[in-house]
């Protein structure tokens, strides 16, 4: 019999891997269908399909369905800030990242949130921040300068491209990410997770019109090739909501903290894929800067455990 420990790292682990795939999958598209890819109308179909997916989940469960709409009444304030950061900024942020760097790299930058986060803690909660943190926060900082001064290419771009401004995107996503798990700390405590969930997905979607108009960008679906839709559904589905499904399911088995590693393992797992799908070449540079960002993070969070002790 397959022991609890082992059952919730197995769950924890391909759901990471479904988290990882999302880099390769979404620069694929972009570096076969270039001419065709809108990030934000690509991010407003990708948004509407996780937050369908999840509908069955919350409004055919009655104890689901009683709590929602008080949820939402009640602090519709809160979700739509959620919303906004956590998905709608940090969902076409990393996604446009990915038309203008590497796989590795836009894993890599946007998973330096936890930085991002403790800072924001700091500034909006107060919360104190340990000697131990702030010296993973400079290691940290020091591997993701280094990492965008270094170069990489896959097989829609060559070593001496530019890829500042997907870079760039991938931080700022981190950043967004940050202030949707600070901000969110209170409302995801007192509610269900996956209610709240599937109001961000949907509530993103019905603001991605808007955001379109504002930034002039394509409404047309016709030019969506039977790739990109394939795309689509495997990004909403898979990458948005079987691998939320799969990480709660992981919780019941084992407790948060033994899957925190696995944030460190996603992009490492990005990275992989990508040598291997997208024959993505990273430079001697590039892996010394992700060693000292990962491990940079690994300290910081080390630390912050250590404070909280």
Same mark, same amino acid.
Not at 1 to 12: D, E, P, R, T
Not at 18 to 43: H, I, N, Q, T, V
Not at 61 to 76: C, E, G, L, T
Not at 116 to 138: C, D, N, R, Y
């Given at each position: 019999?397959?022991? $609890?420990?082992?059952?919730?790292?197995?769950?924890?682990?391909?759901?990471?891997?479904?988290?990882?795939?999302?880099?390769?999958?979404?620069?694929?598209?972009?570096?076969?269908?270039?001419?065709?890819?809108?990030?934000?109308?690509?991010?407003?179909?990708?948004?509407?399909?996780?937050?369908?997916?999840?509908?069955?989940?919350?409004?055919?469960?009655?104890?689901?369905?009683?709590?929602?709409?008080?949820? !939402?009444?009640?602090?519709?304030?809160?979700?739509?800030?959620? =919303?906004?950061?956590? &998905?709608?900024?940090?969902? &076409?942020?990393?996604?446009?990242?990915?038309?203008?760097?590497?796989?590795?790299?836009?894993?890599?930058?946007?998973?330096?949130?936890?930085?991002?986060? &403790?800072?924001?803690?700091?500034?909006?909660?107060?919360?104190?921040?340990?000697?131990?943190?702030?010296?993973?926060? !400079?290691?940290?900082?020091?591997?993701?300068?280094?990492?965008?001064?270094?170069?990489?290419?896959?097989?829609?771009?060559?070593?001496?491209?530019?890829?500042?401004?997907?870079?760039?995107?991938?931080?700022?996503?981190?950043? $967004?990410? $940050? &202030?949707?798990? !600070?901000?969110?700390?209170?409302? !995801? %405590? %007192?509610?269900?997770?996956?209610?709240? =969930?599937?109001?961000?997905?949907?509530?993103?979607?019905?603001?991605?019109?808007?955001?379109?108009?504002?930034?002039?960008?394509?409404?047309?679906?016709?030019?969506? =090739?039977?790739?990109?839709?394939?795309?689509?559904?495997?990004?909403?589905?898979?990458?948005?909501?079987?691998?939320?499904?799969?990480?709660?399911?992981?919780?019941?088995?084992?407790?948060?903290?033994?899957?925190?590693?696995?944030?460190?393992?996603?992009?490492?797992? $990005?990275?992989?894929?990508?040598?291997?799908?997208?024959?993505?070449?990273?430079?001697?540079?590039?892996?010394?800067?992700?060693?000292?960002?990962?491990?940079?993070?690994?300290?910081?969070? %080390?630390?912050?455990?250590?404070?909280?002790?």
């Amino acid at each position: 019999m397959i022991s $609890a420990k082992v059952k919730g790292l197995s769950l924890g682990f391909f759901a990471t891997l479904f988290w990882a795939s999302y880099y390769p999958a979404a620069r694929f598209l972009f570096g076969e269908d270039a001419d065709r890819c809108d990030p934000m109308l690509l991010s407003w179909i990708r948004f509407t399909i996780s937050g369908l997916f999840f509908l069955p989940f919350v409004l055919g469960s009655p104890a689901r369905r009683r709590a929602f709409f008080p949820m !939402v009444a009640k602090d519709w304030k809160a979700l739509l800030g959620l =919303t906004l950061s956590g &998905v709608v900024i940090q969902g &076409v942020l990393v996604f446009a990242a990915l038309k203008y760097t590497t796989a590795a790299r836009g894993s890599l930058l946007a998973n330096a949130s936890p930085i991002f986060t &403790v800072i924001v803690a700091w500034l909006w909660l107060k919360e104190k921040i340990s000697p131990g943190m702030i010296a993973g926060m !400079v290691i940290g900082f020091a591997g993701i300068g280094l990492a965008m001064f270094s170069r990489s290419s896959d097989m829609f771009m060559s070593s001496g491209a530019s890829t500042f401004l997907g870079d760039m995107f991938a931080l700022l996503s981190g950043a $967004a990410w $940050a &202030v949707y798990t !600070v901000g969110g700390v209170r409302v !995801v %405590r %007192r509610y269900d997770s996956l209610g709240v =969930t599937m109001f961000t997905f949907l509530a993103g979607a019905l603001m991605m019109p808007l955001v379109m108009v504002l930034f002039r960008s394509s409404f047309d679906f016709g030019a969506m =090739t039977p790739r990109l839709w394939l795309g689509m559904v495997y990004m909403g589905v898979f990458t948005g909501g079987v691998a939320f499904m799969l990480w709660l399911r992981a919780l019941k088995f084992v407790p948060s903290s033994m899957l925190g590693a696995y944030g460190y393992l996603s992009a490492l797992l $990005a990275a992989f894929l990508s040598i291997v799908l997208l024959h993505e070449k990273l430079s001697w540079l590039f892996i010394v800067s992700a060693v000292m960002a990962l491990g940079g993070m690994a300290l910081m969070m %080390r630390g912050g455990q250590k404070k909280g002790a």
